[in-house]
């Protein structure tokens, strides 16, 4: 507190708890209070209480502490969201499929997801791919959504692999050739997931009400329905009301159909129960695991990487001396995966963090991975199973290996029986942390869609991992691209019952050639339109970023490429401060070229674009002499996207002139040099954008005299204009 320690936290026992920081005395005013991960790794803390009643202890029992919590925080009765047709609760591939499906067809949809963005597995938190194939039998049009969802990769090139005719494949072929790192199926760039495609998709819906970062904690019912639900916004506490008509659960959890008493089952079913060959002898609580993935980067000098005594302790006969832990890296098998789940996620760090110092500092490869940094592990984890809620139908091996038909055939699975079990390492003690697969190849089965609500809640669906399925049966519909086309077809029954004012069995007893019909037609569009995107990175300071005063050139650019009838998209970490429409850059108010060139590998990585914009000369002092150095990092910047991209097409800008002297007086000599370095440089993808060219301050700034005000935006932007389409 005010730079003053009150003591080290997180050390008396494992569990979440309050803890004393003792007695301090604080002046009227505001104060600093910072906290400080001494672990190094993955510290946090949930929440930090002050007052002046020194016997007061705020409460670790859970019930006690969310009336302690409301009443602190003035939590009030839920806010009303709205009715809606359908309520998606879980925003990974299958809630967003079920979205999409029933809103385009007629219904008001509530999608509630429990994270800042969408995709679970399949979002840059998780990094798993999308897999199993789409386009089947007897209904080859479900699954077009997916290509509407989802990115480029893995699986996608090789169905373009297959058929290289279609204009599918050329898109296909087209983007990867591009962006050769989407091949990388899991544990890859952010880039390959695709967060801002799945979210532009779901707000383009009109019939889509999107609510992120929403846990749902409550349910109401009527009878055997459910009649809405309570969410919780996970950064403020604030709850939600969502009344529906019909409700899905996408959650992967089968929490909502667990708040809602619908019957569900975990683990293991015995052969006797279910007569399937693969089954145990005797039912047990074994569910596949959860994947913690990570990995490295080779760098252009040596990177240190910490003792972890914290960590799980690795040996030469032990330790994996590799760069990068995929699904194998998968723990938990025997544990809970929902009560139990940040145990899990927890151990699995421990030993990605433990292995890594292992064979960075002692390991006797350690030559091999001197160079190497771990850039990326996941803080969330990627699960495969826990509960499955239970249907009409469950699903069951030999259904799938008998190839057993239903008349309520509807999406079709590809993926093999993949079940997970712990690998056990030896002379490793500890509990396993890594996973083998035992596999078992299918033909494309169509699974009846009796599997897709729940037996005993009369309004509830369910899709993705958590549908009527047996443990064995789970291991082939469990992949995200099947799980998509579970929400789809979801979302079509969804319509059905809308229009005629049924609940989900009868769409089975009663309209099931309705159904037929609508899996015929299919509601997505196949194909990737986005491979004759040309995408642009916009790197800089303030300039570029805009503010709540002053304009970014982004948004005049963006105006003037549409209108040119150019396909576009701005990519990067940030958002555009200036009011307009909602675009994406890497730009950072206040600060340098040489800030950039620090962290430019790490941008770039994550998005690689087409063509970057870099506009950086402000933030120095004429006094620092600071030209020689801007141009080192303008030179290593370029050099940096080069290596990881050899295609790209960098817009190195003469920066703006200033009329805020003399701080800003080197400007017109910076822009000299810039204008040598492209020349030296002497590369055809690098060119130099004249926006000295032009430009009054005296006209064309805010009152400060450096940044942009809309003339001066509106210039800038006819500028880099220019210069995109003569790329």
């Known amino acids: 507190m005010d730079d003053t320690s009150v003591g080290v936290f997180g050390t ?51 019930k006690k502490l969310d009336s302690f919590r409301r009443k602190t925080l003035s ?21 967003c499929c079920a979205a999409v499906s029933a809103a385009r067809l007629g219904c008001k949809v509530a999608l509630i997801q429990n994270r800042p963005v969408l995709g679970g597995n399949n979002s840059s938190e998780v990094r798993v791919g999308l897999s199993g194939l789409i ?9 077009n959504l997916l290509d509407e969802l989802g990115g480029v990769g893995h699986w996608t090139n090789y169905e373009a692999r297959r058929d290289t005719t279609s204009e599918r494949s050329h898109q296909i072929l087209s983007i990867l050739k591009k962006h050769p790192e989407k091949i990388q199926h899991n544990a890859g760039p952010a880039s390959n997931y695709e967060d801002e495609k799945k979210l532009q998709l779901i ?89 913690v993935q990570w990995y490295s980067e080779e760098m252009d000098i040596p990177q240190v990487f910490p003792d972890c005594p914290w960590a799980i302790q690795f040996n030469d006969s032990t330790c994996f001396p590799i760069i990068r832990g995929d699904w194998q890296w998968e723990a938990g ?17 421990r030993a990605v963090y433990g292995n890594w110092s292992y064979v960075k500092n002692k390991g006797k490869d350690q030559s091999k991975f001197q160079n190497r940094r771990l850039v990326w592990a996941a803080y969330i984890g990627g699960k495969r199973e826990s509960r499955r ?4 139908v469950i699903l069951a091996e030999q259904d799938i290996l008998g190839k057993v038909p239903y008349e309520d055939a509807s999406f079709t699975t590809t993926w093999g029986i993949d079940l997970h079990y712990p690998e056990q390492i030896p002379g490793f003690m500890e509990e396993p942390f890594t996973a083998i697969s035992r596999t078992q190849s299918i033909t494309p089965y169509a699974v009846p869609y009796r599997c897709l609500y729940s037996r005993n809640v009369n309004n509830l669906f369910m899709a993705g991992r958590d549908i009527s399925v047996t443990h064995i049966a789970l291991g082939t519909v469990r992949v995200m691209r099947t799980g998509g086309m579970m929400g789809e077809v979801v979302g079509m029954a969804a319509s ?75 990519v990067g970490p940030r958002e555009c401060k200036s009011p307009g429409q909602k675009l994406y850059h890497c730009a950072f108010s206040g600060k340098t070229v040489e800030f950039l060139d620090k962290k430019i590998e790490d941008i770039y990585r994550s998005y690689p674009a087409d063509v970057v914009l870099l506009h950086a000369g402000h933030n120095h002092f004429v006094d620092e002499k600071p030209i020689n150095g801007m141009i080192a990092s303008y030179r290593h910047i370029i050099q940096t996207i080069l290596k990881i991209n050899p295609d790209a097409k960098i817009l190195l800008a003469k920066v703006i002139p200033s009329g805020k002297l003399p701080k800003y007086s080197y400007i017109p000599q910076l822009n000299k040099e810039i204008e040598l370095l492209i020349k030296r440089l002497n590369n055809n993808n690098v060119m130099v954008v004249d926006q000295e060219k032009g430009f009054d301050w005296s006209t064309m700034t805010v009152k400060d005299m450096v940044h942009p005000n809309e003339k001066g935006a509106e210039h800038m932007a006819s500028i880099w204009f220019e210069a995109i389409q003569k790329l």
Not at 83 to 92: A, N
Not at 135 to 143: A, L
Not at 223 to 243: C, H, M, P, R, Y
Request: aromatic share 8%; with cysteine.
């Open 12 to 62: 008396e026992k494992p569990d979440w708890y309050w803890q004393d920081g003792g007695i301090m005395s604080l002046s009227a005013g505001s104060h600093s209070l910072k906290l400080h991960d001494l672990t190094g790794f993955e510290g946090r803390c949930d929440a930090i209480y002050l007052t002046t009643d020194t016997k007061q202890s705020p409460p670790n029992d859970l």
């Open 75 to 95: 939590i009030a009765d839920p806010i009303e969201q709205g009715s809606y047709d359908l309520v998606v609760v879980g925003g990974g591939i299958a809630g």
């Open 135 to 143: 386009s089947q039998q007897p209904y080859p049009n479900v699954g």
């Open 203 to 291: 707000t383009n819906e009109p019939n889509i009400s999107l609510f992120l970062n929403t846990e749902v904690i409550q349910v109401r019912k009527k009878g055997n329905q459910i009649t809405a639900v309570i969410g919780k916004d996970i950064e403020n506490g604030k709850e939600s009301l969502f009344k529906g008509t019909l409700f899905v659960d996408c959650t992967g959890d089968g929490n909502l159909g667990y708040l809602a008493g619908a019957d569900y089952r975990v683990g293991r079913e015995s052969k006797a129960e279910t007569q399937e060959t693969s089954a145990p002898e005797q039912a047990d609580l074994l569910t596949m695991g959860t994947s």
């Open 333 to 349: 098998l025997m544990r809970d995966q929902i009560t139990d789940i940040e145990q899990i996620r927890d151990y699995a760090l």
């Open 389 to 392: 809620l239970l249907g009409d």
């Open 496 to 570: 059905i019952c809308k229009q005629h004012n049924v609940l989900p069995r009868a769409v089975y007893t009663d309209y099931l050639p309705e159904l037929k019909n609508l899996m015929q037609k299919g509601v997505g569009k196949l194909g990737f339109p986005e491979a004759n995107r040309m995408t642009i990175l916009g790197l800089g300071d303030s300039i570029t970023e805009g503010g709540d005063f002053f304009t970014s050139y982004l948004q005049p650019l963006w105006t003037k490429l549409k209108t040119a009838g150019m396909d576009v998209e701005f």
